[in-house]
């Protein structure tokens, strides 16, 4: 039926009684179903297969049914949203060995209000003032290893702070002062840094400095859920949109209940804060809540078996090609996923990573990679649906035979 001569209908259907006048509180007045809107196609916008990973200009990872679900009931009820994190704070919190949790809009807010709650404890006056903490009276200063260096850190600078580098123990002895707020760690660096976790946290509890750590994209294995928290870190914090598929636009801080109580006065529903703009509501909470009860109980041997076949898929149609060599890696710290490389002889296949790369993007259907390189690109199928690796492995099959010179 076409959408004018449904409205013509709808338009006929007489009201009976006074209810009506809100039509939709009445039974013979429902509204005609919406239609099913391809948005992506009505705006143009490309869909794509995602063979590289969980990258946030890829809108991340696809949430599971069951959080899709929790998603949609929790939008049909009004609860508080205080509420609804501490009910939800507290079940994560038992899962996760910490003393508490929040649910917050991803690791990097979670990082921004895990040091906001240490540097004003519950004290309002000093929650108004941030990010300015001249002159406060609290501390302003975090130190990381150089090696941890990365783009994300800034979420601690967003309290005010200012990031401190050091390489080695004696150096982190000798950059604690009056004013060392927390130690932070990266997970995914833990190997480029000399100091390891445990002496990271054994530093913070010799000088009474809380320690943090971002492990945001180190699940699986499933047990780093925990294992930070039961290490002694005082707050640790987790993407929600990468391997555990719960709300792209969440993630969690874990950690000590005076930490996790003075972050919640940086978050909405409260405002005069540096966090109100880090809105979370009862969808992505009890969204989140579902997606990591959820993956504490999945079948991750299952998991990893489907992964390993997928990327065996792929890589077998890749290596047939003359001139063609692959090889399976597992990242030890982060993005722990098969990860195929597909790499070739460039006397042999004439075309560059980023052809490959464009011509897989154009095809229909569009396909992304990764890791770029001269002559060789990396695929992993974490975030592939089922099934599409063999598109990806025709596809990827086609392109380098068409180059082979
Ligand atoms: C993805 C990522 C972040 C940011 O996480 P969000 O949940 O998107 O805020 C921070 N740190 C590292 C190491 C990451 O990989």
């Not at 994300?152 to 150096?171: D, P, Q």
Request: with cysteine; glycine share 8%.
């Amino acid at each position: 039926m076409q959408r004018r001569e449904l409205l013509k209908l709808f338009a006929l259907v007489p009201y009976a009684g006074s209810a009506s006048l809100i039509p939709w509180a009445s039974a013979s007045a429902a509204p005609p179903k919406a239609e099913k809107h391809d948005l992506f196609k009505e705006l143009g916008v490309r869909t794509f297969i995602n063979a590289a990973g969980t990258f946030t200009a890829m809108t991340g990872s696809l949430m599971h049914d069951y959080v899709l679900e929790a998603i949609q009931s929790a939008a049909s009820e009004f609860c508080m949203l205080d509420e609804v994190q501490d009910k939800v704070g507290e079940k994560i919190a038992a899962l996760v060995h910490s003393e508490a949790a929040v649910v917050t809009s991803g690791a990097f807010s979670g990082m921004t209000l895990g040091l906001a709650g240490i540097l004003t404890g519950m004290d309002q006056h000093k929650v108004e003032q941030l990010p300015h903490l001249d002159g406060t009276g609290m501390k302003s200063e975090v130190i990381i290893q150089k090696a941890h260096e990365i783009v994300y850190n800034h979420a601690l600078k967003n309290t005010g702070c200012k990031l401190i580098y050091v390489e080695t123990a004696a150096e982190v002895e000798q950059a604690i002062n009056e004013r060392t707020a927390l130690l932070h760690f990266l997970n995914i660096e833990a190997d480029k840094g000399n100091i390891k976790h445990e002496e990271w946290v054994a530093l913070g509890k010799k000088h009474n400095i809380p320690t943090s750590i971002d492990i945001a994209a180190d699940v699986p294995p499933v047990s780093n859920l925990w294992k930070f928290n039961d290490m002694g870190f005082s707050f640790v914090v987790i993407s929600g949109g990468k391997a555990i598929r719960g709300p792209q636009s969440a993630g969690l801080l874990m950690g000590k209940k005076e930490i996790i109580a003075a972050a919640r006065l940086h978050m909405p529903p409260r405002g005069f804060n540096i966090g109100r703009g880090f809105k979370v509501n009862k969808e992505e909470v009890l969204g989140m809540y579902v997606a990591i009860d959820k993956y504490i109980k999945d079948d991750h041997d299952k998991e990893w078996k489907a992964w390993e076949a997928a990327t065996a898929v792929i890589d077998n149609a890749a290596k047939t090609v003359s001139g063609v060599t692959t090889s399976i890696t597992v990242p030890a710290l982060g993005n722990i996923t098969p990860t195929l490389q597909i790499a070739w002889d460039a006397g042999k296949v004439k075309l560059s990573g980023k052809d490959l790369q464009e011509k897989l993007r154009s095809g229909a259907p569009s396909i992304e990679i990764g890791g770029i390189k001269d002559n060789s690109i990396t695929v992993t199928v974490w975030m592939l649906k089922p099934g599409q690796e063999k598109i990806v492995a025709g596809r990827i099959k086609e392109e380098l035979m068409k180059a082979v010179g």
